[in-house]
């Protein structure tokens, strides 16, 4: 995984994924981020699909000084844009019937090949729907275009037994 740092947002995230490890390392990076669903593009002509993310910052500890109105933590969400490169073919399936309108939950993002030699990189959001990218090859960058935001919301994750 390239690691491009960037000084005007110091502790940004700025990351290349070419491999199924640096992708696992950028789903955990990426899991609870809210995504619009008017922040998702797909360039045909690209091969290209961007989004524009608000990911919860799992890679910064809690903001120091700073607690919330509880007097609990506080983290931080950043935008950060997603771009998923080489895409010859997008499908959806449990998507809302107003995606556009939809404010999304990401889980997490893999990807699979089948028998006939087909890679698919997938998204997958909370309530069932995913999105499937046919693609030639594993290209995915993601990059912090804004500062941080404060938030005192954690999110929790229940544990199947």
């Known amino acids: 995984m390239t690691d491009h740092s ?10 290349l994924a070419e491999t199924t490890d640096d992708l696992e390392v950028l789903s955990t990076l990426l899991q609870d ?3 619009p669903g008017e922040d998702m593009f797909h360039d045909r002509g690209g091969r290209r699909f961007v989004m524009v993310v608000n ?3 799992w890679d910064l500890p809690p903001v120091p000084g700073v607690t919330s109105q509880d007097g609990g933590p506080v983290y ?3 935008l950060c844009g997603v771009q998923i490169r080489n895409v010859a073919a997008v499908r959806q399936t449990g998507m809302p019937a107003d995606r ?10 893999r990807v699979t090949h089948d028998g006939g030699g087909t890679t698919r990189l997938e998204c997958l959001f909370s309530g069932g729907a ?3 990218f046919d693609i030639d090859s594993l290209s995915v960058i993601a990059e912090d275009i804004d500062t941080g935001q404060p938030t005192p919301n954690r999110p929790v994750h229940d544990v199947d037994c």
Do not use: P
């Open 100 to 109: 556009r309108a939809a404010l999304l939950n990401l889980l997490a993002i």
């Open 55 to 57: 990911r919860f910052c």
């Open 76 to 78: 931080e969400r950043r």
């Open 6 to 15: 960037n000084n005007h947002l110091e502790s940004g995230l700025r990351l």
């Open 130 to 132: 995913a999105l499937q």
């Open 33 to 35: 981020a809210i995504i």
